[in-house]
Nanobody, 124 residues
Framework: VQLQASGGGLVQAGGSLRLSCAAS????????MAWFRQPPGKEREFVAT???????DYAEAVKGRFTISRDNAKSALYLQMNSLKPEDTAVYYC???????????????????WGQGTEVTVSS
């Protein structure tokens, strides 16, 4: 499956953005999907994941502010980001993987398919 992320941009602290990830190729239905991000000068980190059955999990830093969702019929993944903070500034990547066990859902090496990234900048 090929992924393409979009929706990034420049936003003031406290604002909102909605990221989208469009998939082409096989149906997304059997895939676990996730968002990761890479802040400037730092390693890629887990943001949120959604299982094929719709179960979600979030990094502590974004709980209560971000919402991950998927639309299998549209082959799309979304990340609604509210109450954005300057520390949310990063390149955001969508990812898809098969056969990922629950305990490994936050590990980027478990995901075989990646989008190209979309940049989010939050100004203070």
């Amino acid at each position: 499956v090929q992924l393409q992320a979009s929706g990034g941009g420049l936003v003031q602290a406290g604002g909102s953005l909605r990221l989208s990830c469009a998939a082409s190729g096989p149906t997304l239905r059997p895939y676990r999907m996730a968002w990761f991000r890479q802040p400037p000068g730092k390693e890629r980190e887990f943001v949120a994941t959604i299982s094929r059955d719709g179960y979600t999990d979030y990094a502590e830093a974004v709980k209560g502010r971000f919402t991950i969702s998927r639309d299998n019929a549209k082959s799309a993944l979304y990340l609604q980001m509210n109450s954005l903070k300057p520390e949310d500034t990063a390149v955001y990547y969508c990812a898809a993987g098969l056969g990922i066990i629950t305990s490994s859902r936050g590990r980027p090496d478990q995901y075989a398919n990646w989008g190209q990234g979309t940049e989010v900048t939050v100004s203070s």
